[in-house]
């Protein structure tokens, strides 16, 4: 029996983990078998991968940081996310490979060509069923990594906001490209409404499947 596969996008500050947690919540109580994870990090190796990377006090070479979120995904995909879609479960991941293209093409600069090579090698091919991208403007998600940077701040907080908006641009043109894949929710809402809509296109989806 074949899982589903689901991804959340969003720029940082987007509010999407916690939709995430919502989402796996609603369908656990329904009698779904649903394991969470994330990249980087997702799994032992990802989990010291994303240490060194996102608390690391040194420059991080572009380079660099691309292939070691490729390192992060190849682990993730090969030790966790095909042995759980193969057992049956639905597999809910903050985060994925749409995150390269969107955080190291249009936010680094790199040739989206290479960007598609390194990917393809990482996931063997594996694409999600369903990718939500949870939108919001890139001033607010700003604001709320300020807040939440006070607290708790890795490399990824203190990004420009014009890094953001080249983000999102690309993830919205992610999501134009592929409409039978990708589903944008409007992230500037309440935190209820928009977990009522994220359940409703997970739904849609499984009952498809």
Known sequence: ???????????????????????????????RD????????????????RKAFLETKQDVEPLAELLLFAADRAQHVQHLIRPALAEGKIVISDRYADA???????????????????????????????????DIEPQA????????????????????????????????????AEPERFRVIDAGRGIDEIAAETLEAVTEMLDRV
């Open 100 to 134: 390269t293209t969107a955080y190291q093409g249009a936010g680094r600069g790199f040739d989206l060509k290479l960007i598609e090579n390194v990917t393809a090698i990482a996931t063997g091919g594996l694409k999600p069923d369903l990718t939500l991208f949870f």
């Open 141 to 176: 998600a700003v604001d709320r990594m300020e807040f939440r940077a006070a607290h708790k701040k890795n490399r990824m907080d203190l990004e420009p906001l014009e890094f953001y908006e080249r983000v999102r641009d690309a993830y919205l043109r992610i999501a134009a």
């Open 1 to 31: 029996m074949k899982g589903s596969f689901i991804t959340f996008e969003g720029i940082d500050g987007s509010g999407k983990t916690t939709q995430l947690e919502r989402l796996a919540e609603s369908l656990r109580h329904s009698g």
């Open 34 to 49: 649903v394991l969470i994870t994330c990249e980087p990090g997702g799994t032992p190796l990802g989990r010291e991968l």
